[in-house]
């Protein structure tokens, strides 16, 4: 569940409204096309100033997106917005009458091709936005040079290059899998995808984390991610039954692109889970937040920060840096690519093959041009 608190801001002597939410693209991607939208570095959260207007913009701009906490704001305890958690939930959204909401077609065909509920949200958050730009337009008239006209506007506010494939995949959905339109938009140009290396902490950072963590629970979220090179929304559905300590594997079912695998269980950790398990005793999900629901991806990664900071990492550090982590730190110990690739459940090697570039033993060797020169 996305969720964003809005918060009372004095700034520079004048109200403001500001947005606390857990790290999101989609939320910060949308963020861009707000008007008026400012980053505070005092309180480390995006605001805009309090008037009616922005507060209405604001409800108007995350409707059927995000869950709007407004306890801290109007003490309102209730909050504003949908909480989507499935496929159900997008389909009985509460949306305003002149709002233009996605086809039926469009959801069932997500439901039908086993979308994952994140992937879905976006798709349906990106398409909605799309239509209610063109809201006088039948669906069918809207042609290429309307989608390219909106994709240029999009990267004039600044959405970046993935979040503007996101919104293509989006609108080909509906034209291309709904309604069965061959290839429609072949001359609809997409944006290069930057090629960005993967954020990786060292053993040294890795044990600092685990030792500054006093929250045996805590302990084994990060000590699991690291150790078995899960993506937070494995770690997140895993049941207790998916730990198995006789053949020291851990299984994981329905991963990215609904692929299940089986990855590697650490001795250390199973200690860990076992003394875990005595003190908290979960019932269905390996770990559980209030009244047995599953643990919360926002509360992963307020775990994974705390830690970060309480050992002094002078980095921001997000889940995923410990499945790089685990992936560099395997390559660099002459771990053959293609195991590496299978633990990570890649459909390619290819994808895999981005961690040669960080591994460091793959430069140890190199010295720099500089140290041949006799400089004072």
């Not at 906490?69 to 909050?79: E, M, P, V």
Request: with cysteine.
């Amino acid at each position: 569940m996305i969720s964003i608190t809005l918060k009372h801001l004095m700034i520079k002597g004048e109200k403001q409204i500001g947005l606390r939410y857990e790290s999101n693209k989609l939320i910060e991607q949308i963020l861009k096309g707000v008007d008026g939208i400012q980053w505070s570095e005092d309180f480390g959260m995006p605001y805009l100033k309090n008037s009616k207007e922005n507060f209405k913009n604001i409800m108007d701009t995350f409707r059927g997106v995000a869950w709007i906490n407004l306890q801290q704001f109007t003490g309102n305890s209730k909050g504003h917005g949908n909480q989507i958690n499935s496929l159900k939930d997008l389909r009985s959204r509460d949306l305003p009458e002149e709002w233009r909401v996605c086809p039926k077609s469009y959801l069932d065909r997500l439901e039908l091709g086993h979308y994952s509920i994140q992937t879905a949200r976006t798709y349906v958050s990106l398409f909605e936005r799309f239509i209610n730009h063109y809201k006088e337009m039948p669906l069918n008239e809207i042609g290429e040079e309307e989608i390219n006209r909106y994709l240029i506007m999009t990267q004039q506010k600044g959405y970046s290059h993935s979040m503007i494939n996101q919104l293509i995949n989006a609108i080909k959905f509906y034209y291309e899998v709904v309604m069965g339109m061959p290839n429609r938009f072949y001359s609809v140009s997409r944006p290069k995808k930057r090629k960005k290396l993967p954020k990786v902490l060292s053993l040294e950072e890795i044990e600092a984390m685990l030792c500054s963590t006093t929250n045996i629970k805590h302990k084994c979220i990060i000590g699991l991610l690291y150790s078995a090179g899960l993506r937070r929304s494995e770690l997140l559905n895993l049941k207790i039954e998916d730990i198995d300590s006789k053949r020291m594997v851990i299984y994981i079912k329905d991963g990215k692109g609904l692929k299940d695998r089986v990855t590697v269980l650490s001795e250390k950790i199973l200690q860990d889970l076992r003394k875990y398990y005595r003190k908290y005793e979960p019932k269905n999900y390996l770990f559980e937040g209030q009244f047995g629901r599953r643990y919360t991806g926002t509360s992963v990664s307020r775990v994974i920060e705390n830690a970060a900071r309480i050992a002094g990492l002078r980095k921001k550090v997000n889940p995923h840096m410990l499945r790089h982590s685990f992936a560099t730190h395997l390559l660099e110990n002459n771990i053959d690519l293609r195991y590496i690739q299978t633990l990570l459940g890649h459909g390619s090697v290819k994808t895999t093959e981005i961690y040669t570039h960080v591994a460091q033993k793959k430069i140890d060797g190199i010295k720099s041009p500089l140290d041949s020169l006799f400089l004072d």
